[in-house]
């Protein structure tokens, strides 16, 4: 976990993009899945993020968070399957039935948000969240107290997990096992411990607080920063592409 959401270094093609097209184009690229239902575009989508990710040095990563995703989608696609019937009949239930359909679209839902997941989680695996709040201002010319809010949020994931590690590791040293019982049990045994990380993220914040005010957080402004950020026409051309999956994806959902 002590990696998670952390700046990887390289030098591929996506780590020298601009911080601002990879946010842009992974948005776009997650809008992109979602215009449209059609199973053989959203597979291309996937093949190609995973293409993006090997590119990087990403694979690794990208596995562990396709595991995490899937999950969560396999239990929307639960749903879908016996909630939303469509296509021929396959199996009767009391209130609807399975059918084809349902099948069909279960499973571009599971692909559709592996498809999403991985350029949104990839940009921040090859982009410092520093370079990303410094363009984001810069180049968007988003206020600096809403940039450094979400580079603070990012910032603490990873910090909040270590710590709640730490904390189960600790009980776990004093005969708590957490690896036994139901999901019910487990549930019971974790809630003692948001006590601690509670006021473990109450002293960070707090601290954080303090150091931005020293350092004079309340005088940031756009022209503070040192570094520019200018487009080149590699970011122009990857903004470009992401933009024409987005047409391609519109176009697919209107003539189909």
């Known amino acids: 976990m002590k990696d998670f959401l952390e700046y990887v ?7 020298r993009l601009n911080p601002v097209v990879k946010l842009i184009g992974s948005i776009l690229f997650a809008v992109a899945c979602f215009c449209t239902s059609n199973l053989v575009f959203v597979c291309c989508m996937l093949v190609l993020a995973l293409a993006m990710a090997a590119s990087c040095g990403m694979l690794r990563q990208t596995t562990g968070l396709m595991k995490a995703v899937f999950v969560f989608s396999l239990l929307l696609a639960v749903i879908q399957v ?4 469509s296509g021929d009949l396959l199996l009767e239930l ?25 350029p949104l989680f990839l940009t921040f695996y ?35 997990l270590n710590d709640m590690s730490s904390i189960m590791e600790a009980q776990t040293a004093r005969g708590v096992e957490f690896d036994q019982g139901g999901i019910f049990k487990k549930i019971g045994l974790m ?7 509670l006021v473990s993220s109450v002293r960070k914040t707090n601290s954080a607080a303090i150091a931005a ?32 999956l987005l047409a391609a994806s519109i176009c697919l959902t209107v003539l189909l």
């Open 94 to 118: 009391p209130w609807g039935y399975i059918g084809t359909g349902s099948l069909l679209a279960a499973l571009t839902t599971v692909i559709r948000l592996e498809a999403a997941a991985i």
């Open 126 to 160: 090859v982009t410092k969240v520093s370079d990303m709040t410094n363009a984001a201002v810069k180049v968007l010319h988003v206020p600096y107290k809403y940039a450094f809010t979400f580079s603070s949020t990012v910032h603490f994931i990873p910090v909040f």
């Open 213 to 244: 005010e020293v350092r004079g957080f309340n005088l940031r402004t756009r022209a503070s920063g040192y570094k520019d950020y200018p487009i080149a026409g590699i970011d122009a051309a990857a903004l470009a592409l992401t933009l024409a």
């Open 9 to 15: 270094p390289g030098n591929s093609l996506i780590h």
């Open 191 to 197: 809630m003692p411990l948001c006590v601690p990380l």
């Open 82 to 85: 016996l909630f939303t019937p």
